[in-house]
């Protein structure tokens, strides 16, 4: 149990049976009335984001999310397999669990698994991964404007913005929070 006092970003409470990280929190003092904290909330399960109003004070019940490394191994339909590196132990995640997560899978890519009381939640990625472009679009001559953005497709299906100067085979590093051009890698 945690006071809401205490709220600070990343931590993990349950609500109402559903499983939330902390984004945001704002402790306000009206004129007159107790104090309350304003908390921006993200479900773990469906990754709806809302804000809740908690009394000052009040307790929620902490969760425990367990993260567990483990290697993309492949897909096959709609499963994806992650190996547990220690144990050798093989899991299969659906689209679901992963949401845009896929667009930044590779072939021995390692991962956290996250999961709360033997329900996986989800994976963590890297902050940046690098992924290599499969196709873009040859830059046309003179066309020098700035900060002048092509399509390129990366090996994962990803389509990405990137500089004129970026080619076909060229490996880039991508941001996975919100799938940007971040550099040559």
Same mark, same amino acid.
């Given at each position: 149990? $945690? ?9 993990? $409470?349950?609500?109402?049976?559903? $499983? =939330?990280?902390? !984004? ?18 993200k479900n773990l399960r469906? +990754? ?5 109003? %908690? ?14 490394? !483990? ?10 397999? =992650? !190996?547990? !590196? ?13 949401? &845009?997560?896929?667009? =930044? ?10 999961? %709360?009381?033997?329900?996986?939640? +989800?994976? &963590?990625?890297? &902050?940046? $991964? ?34 004129? =100067?970026?080619?076909? +085979? ?8 919100? +799938? ?6």
């Open positions: 149990m $945690i006071s809401t006092n205490d709220l600070k970003n990343g931590i993990t $409470i349950q609500v109402d049976g559903d $499983i =939330f990280v902390v !984004m945001e929190t704002q402790h306000v003092k009206p004129g007159k009335g107790a104090a309350i904290v304003k908390a921006k909330l469906s +990754g709806a984001i809302f804000e809740k109003t %908690f009394n000052a004070g009040v307790k929620v019940q902490t969760a425990r999310i367990e993260k567990q490394l !483990m290697q993309y191994l492949y897909s096959m339909n709609d499963e994806y397999y =992650f !190996m547990n !590196m220690e144990t050798y132990e093989q899991i299969s995640l659906t689209k679901d669990h992963l949401g &845009d997560g896929v667009n =930044f899978l590779i072939e021995n890519a390692e991962v956290y698994v996250t999961s %709360f009381e033997g329900e996986v939640i +989800g994976i &963590d990625l890297p &902050d940046k $991964i690098n992924l290599k472009v499969t196709h873009t679009e040859p830059a046309v001559k003179g066309n020098t404007t700035n900060n002048a953005l092509k399509d390129a497709t990366v090996e994962t299906g990803l389509l990405v913005r990137v500089p004129l =100067f970026i080619e076909e +085979g060229e490996t880039i590093v991508v941001s996975t929070s919100d +799938g940007k051009y971040v550099s040559r890698a």
